[in-house]
Nanobody, 117 residues
Framework: QVQVVESGGGLVQPGGSLRLSCAAS????????MGWYRQAPGKERELVAS???????NYADSVKDRFTISRDNARSTMSLQMNSLKPEDTAVYYC???????????WGQGTQVTVSS
């Protein structure tokens, strides 16, 4: 059974930091492109950052130089270090595991990040 589980969300003040984690099981983790997505109220889900097995990364322009994505293939985990958080970063953050070919993908249940004073 495949499981993708996020953790680490919460409430933080503007300018603060949070670290999100994603743990996957039941898949051959190193084959999967891993990504963080977010969805704010009334908005569509958007890609925040992604990382492939060898470590190449991709970031949304809005988070470049503030967020860092990483993965540990041995532990089947992925993380997102978020610094200099802004109120507009408030959203539910989702972890996605997707094969680079075909349509196989798995999503976590999401974790709330709220940036507010």
């Amino acid at each position: 059974q495949v499981q993708v589980v996020e953790s680490g969300g919460g409430l933080v003040q503007p300018g603060g930091s949070l670290r999100l984690s994603c743990a996957a099981s039941g898949i051959n983790f190193k084959l999967y492109r891993m990504g963080w997505y977010r969805q704010a109220p009334g908005k569509e889900r958007e890609l925040v950052a992604s990382i492939i097995s060898i470590g190449s990364t991709n970031y949304a322009d809005s988070v470049k130089d503030r967020f860092t994505i990483s993965r540990d293939n041995a532990r089947s985990t992925m993380s997102l270090q978020m610094n200099s958080l802004k109120p507009e970063d408030t959203a539910v953050y989702y972890c996605r595991a997707g094969l680079p070919w075909g349509t196989t993908e798995y999503w976590g249940q999401g974790t709330q990040v709220t940036v507010s004073s």
